[in-house]
């Protein structure tokens, strides 16, 4: 009984350790909307649920036996989803801050309270447990379904920009140690939702390692002595060339005052060769 006890123990402390950094996680997002003064497009939803989810299992908690790890780890995750919310709040778009608070109304309020109403009034002792017990069953079972609008998106994109490895496994780490907290404290409704969390933890990596395409950037970087000499272009022996090449006609005035248009270059040939005519009568 002490090992069971001693076991059911380090799960629950183990479960709150890799929860508590399932939390954390978002905290370099925030701090990047935080030191830009934007919200960048992200949305409150994930985390308008995450609140709801503390919120309904810490209610849980409360009217159940020995379920002080429940309630540590809740109330931790409740904070920080309430943090979270805040600083979206505080830098998101008008369009955004109108759609974060309908959620919080519609979900955390009017749903959370008539949650409690209902609950409160209508079932007593082990009976309530029940029936709390049940709604976070279903509603930890549709959290973790979400995920595979995720995995849609990575099939189709071939991308897993958006599902990072590190988060995965926390997750399903996360679903293995409450599982097993719940199994030895004999606690259904903590135990079999974190079954379904640890087989869509495991795809989730497994999809991840068949769409991950590694990113290398090459920087091409022109070497003079990989050019061939076919390639190399003396700039100076090319404007030589050209000018060579130029046939320059310059007009001048006859004896008759006509113009004339005389090509240098025939000129110049002309009186080349003359030169070497004479030189060849000297001989």
Same mark, same amino acid.
């Given at each position: 009984?002490?090992?069971?006890l001693?076991?059911?123990? +380090?799960?629950?402390?183990?479960?709150? !350790?890799?929860?508590c =950094?399932?939390? /954390?996680?978002?905290?370099?997002? %925030?701090?990047? $909307?935080?030191k830009?003064?934007?919200?960048e497009?992200f949305?409150?939803?994930?985390y308008?649920?995450?609140?709801?989810?503390a919120?309904?299992?810490?209610?849980?908690?409360?009217?159940?036996?020995?379920?002080?790890?429940l309630?540590?780890?809740n109330?931790?995750?409740?904070?920080?989803?309430f943090?979270?919310?805040?600083?979206?709040?505080?830098y +998101?778009?008008?369009?955004?801050?109108? !759609?974060?608070?309908? =959620?919080?109304? /519609?979900?955390?309020?009017?749903? %959370?309270g008539? $949650?409690?109403?209902?609950?409160?009034?209508?079932?007593k002792?082990?009976?309530?447990v029940q029936?709390?017990?049940?709604?976070?069953?279903?509603?930890?079972?549709?959290?973790?379904?979400?995920?595979?609008?995720?995995?849609?998106?990575?099939?189709?994109?071939?991308?897993v920009?958006?599902?990072?490895?590190?988060?995965?496994?926390?997750l399903?780490?996360?679903?293995?140690?409450?599982?097993?907290?719940?199994?030895?404290?004999?606690?259904?409704?903590?135990?079999?939702?974190?079954?379904?969390g640890?087989?869509?933890?495991?795809?989730?990596?497994?999809?991840?390692?068949i769409?991950?395409?590694?990113v290398k950037?090459?920087?091409v970087?022109?070497?003079?002595?990989?050019?061939?000499?076919?390639?190399?272009?003396?700039?100076?022996?090319?404007?030589?060339?050209?000018?060579?090449?130029?046939?320059?006609?310059?007009?001048q005035?006859?004896?008759?005052?006509?113009?004339?248009?005389e090509?240098?270059?025939?000129?110049?040939?002309?009186?080349?060769?003359?030169?070497?005519?004479?030189?060849?009568?000297?001989?």
């Amino acid at each position: 009984m002490a090992l069971h006890l001693t076991w059911m123990l +380090a799960f629950g402390l183990l479960g709150n !350790l890799i929860s508590c =950094l399932v939390c /954390l996680a978002p905290l370099p997002t %925030f701090y990047q $909307i935080y030191k830009k003064k934007t919200s960048e497009g992200f949305q409150s939803i994930p985390y308008v649920i995450a609140l709801f989810s503390a919120m309904l299992w810490l209610f849980y908690a409360i009217f159940s036996e020995d379920a002080i790890l429940l309630i540590t780890i809740n109330t931790f995750a409740f904070f920080m989803e309430f943090g979270y919310i805040a600083v979206y709040l505080r830098y +998101a778009t008008t369009k955004d801050k109108i !759609l974060t608070y309908k =959620l919080l109304l /519609l979900i955390n309020s009017f749903g %959370f309270g008539l $949650i409690c109403i209902l609950t409160l009034f209508l079932t007593k002792g082990q009976k309530r447990v029940q029936v709390l017990g049940w709604i976070c069953m279903i509603f930890s079972l549709c959290v973790f379904v979400a995920p595979l609008f995720i995995l849609r998106e990575v099939i189709k994109t071939k991308s897993v920009e958006f599902m990072p490895f590190s988060l995965s496994l926390f997750l399903t780490l996360s679903a293995v140690m409450w599982f097993f907290y719940g199994y030895l404290k004999k606690d259904q409704f903590v135990a079999v939702p974190n079954i379904l969390g640890f087989l869509f933890g495991i795809i989730q990596m497994v999809i991840y390692v068949i769409y991950r395409k590694p990113v290398k950037n090459l920087v091409v970087e022109p070497k003079l002595q990989e050019l061939s000499h076919e390639h190399i272009v003396d700039i100076r022996k090319l404007g030589t060339a050209i000018c060579s090449e130029i046939n320059i006609v310059i007009p001048q005035l006859s004896d008759s005052g006509k113009v004339v248009f005389e090509d240098q270059i025939a000129k110049e040939l002309a009186k080349q060769t003359q030169e070497i005519t004479n030189d060849t009568n000297k001989i």
